[in-house]
């Protein structure tokens, strides 16, 4: 038997995952091809944007994915406090240590 409260507001967790994912790798490669130095930093994003295949791309799913993971999150809070998850301990616990990560 379902539980009758399930509903759209119950994917914000996978989502969270998905998007985690898609920062992990995305991040790695800007990484690949960005340098920390002061002197060189804002050309190597250049050089990212322009001359990089879809490196434009990379970049801005990389920096919108980041708003959209913290919607997600409050969303995914918003929706354990309005549900009651929380009354789950030890489920609880390992998300809010999640969240600390």
Do not use: P
């Not at 250049?46 to 295949?53: G, K, P």
């Not at 799913?61 to 918003?78: D, E, K, M, Q, W």
Request: proline letters at 0%.
């Amino acid at each position: 038997k379902l539980s009758s409260n399930i509903s759209a507001w119950w994917n914000f967790g996978s989502l969270l995952g998905l998007c985690l994912i898609t920062q992990i790798l995305t991040g790695l490669f800007l990484a690949m091809h960005y340098t920390a130095d002061i002197a060189t930093a804002f050309t190597s994003v250049a050089h990212i944007c322009r001359d990089v295949n879809y490196g434009w791309l990379i970049r801005n799913v990389h920096a919108n994915g980041a708003s959209f993971f913290f919607i997600c999150i409050y969303l995914h809070i918003g929706r354990g406090l309005y549900y009651g998850s929380y009354l789950y301990k030890e489920t609880w616990n390992i998300g809010v240590i999640l969240l600390l990560l």
